[in-house]
């Protein structure tokens, strides 16, 4: 098999052969077709994440250790299933194209046995993150049932809907009921901020605001169905926000939560599954005086994933612009995406890497 890994934190990637792996017990391994490559994979790359006051939390600590294959959005085909991987429940065969959940759990803590591996509490699996992802021809996934049908939707979108939509989705299902004249704002139109307007919209909501500091993605944004939008370098914004009843917070910085949390209606709700990084200094009185809820989101559990996989077979989720690449070029699409480059989702093609 060939992999992109970064031998060491920040450095470019580097193709690596290697043995392809036999996949054990329950264990199905895939070959990747279509790898996305999302915002914190740069943060994993670099090997920290900011928080704030000069400090930082290294990915060393939870277990991602150079050499590393990054890629949490993966998608392909089945190789080979494991002597005791469950072909038949989950109709998995030989062949079989499918969508990769990343967010696997222990599968043994309580929290796992609920359902929400994205949570797991005792020893997290997630693909790209700390145990090996999809920048490579081939990804070990530990069970069938983290495998989902995807037909009928397109290959590289349904790859981007394994993070970026599910964490959409997810956050959006934590924002307060919306009454007919509510709005919701979303902050940062990256990634993960267009498809989030897309699930807003399937979700019903619709009075969303989208915010950005680059004119040419709220353009995007505006066509996928916000309603107005708020370039929030201009010294106004918070003005031209105030009394949303939520936002959800895509780049998770000072600035985006200060006018998130600040801009909220009594009642409303700030979601932020953002990693940009920083910390967030606010005064304790007013959260409970307005009632407001600030609220921590991390992907999605693989229910969630089927729903929002669901939405995309009824066509009820517009597609954000996808930009398909050669894996080659792996490189070149964390370099764009560092430099703010990037409308919509970059999706590696493995097909055209000779393993
Ligand atoms: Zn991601
Ligand atoms: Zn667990």
Known sequence: MISYQFIEHGKPLQKVLGETPKPQGTEVLMRVTRSGVCHSDLHIWEGYF????????????????????LGHEPFGVVEALGPRA???????????????????????????????DNHCVSGSRYLGVNRAGAYATHVLVPDAKY???????????????????????????KLP?????????????????????????????????????????????????????????????????????????????????GLGIGALR?????????????????????????????????????QELKEVVALAKQ?????LPVETRPAEQANAALEDLKGGRVVGRIVLDFETVDA
């Open 50 to 69: 900011d928080l704030g006051g000069g400090k930082r939390f290294y990915v060393k600590e939870r277990g991602c250790v150079p050499p590393f294959t």
């Open 86 to 116: 469950k072909g038949g429940k989950a109709g998995v065969k030989v062949g079989d194209k499918r969508l990769v959940y990343p967010w696997i759990g222990c599968g043994k803590c309580a929290v796992c046995k609920s359902g929400q």
């Open 147 to 173: 495998l989902i049908d995807t037909r009928g939707i397109d290959d590289a979108f349904a790859a981007t809907l394994a993070c970026s939509a599910l964490t959409a989705y997810s956050a959006a299902q």
């Open 177 to 257: 009921e919306l009454g007919a004249k509510d709005e919701v704002a979303v902050l940062g139109c990256g990634g993960l901020g267009l498809i989030g307007i897309s699930v807003l919209r399937a979700a019903g909501a619709k009075n969303i605001v989208a915010c950005d500091i680059d004119d040419t993605k709220l353009g995007v944004a505006a066509k996928l169905g916000a309603k107005r939008t708020v370039n929030t370098r201009t010294p106004d914004a918070t003005e031209r926000l105030r009394g949303i009843a939520g936002a959800l917070d895509f780049v998770g910085s000072p600035v985006t939560a």
């Open 266 to 302: 009594k009642g409303g709700r700030y979601i932020i599954c953002g990693l940009f990084g920083g910390e967030l200094v606010h005064p304790l009185p007013p959260i409970a005086q307005r009632a407001i809820g600030i609220i921590g989101s991390y992907t999605g559990s693989l």
């Open 315 to 319: 066509k009820k989720l517009r597609p």
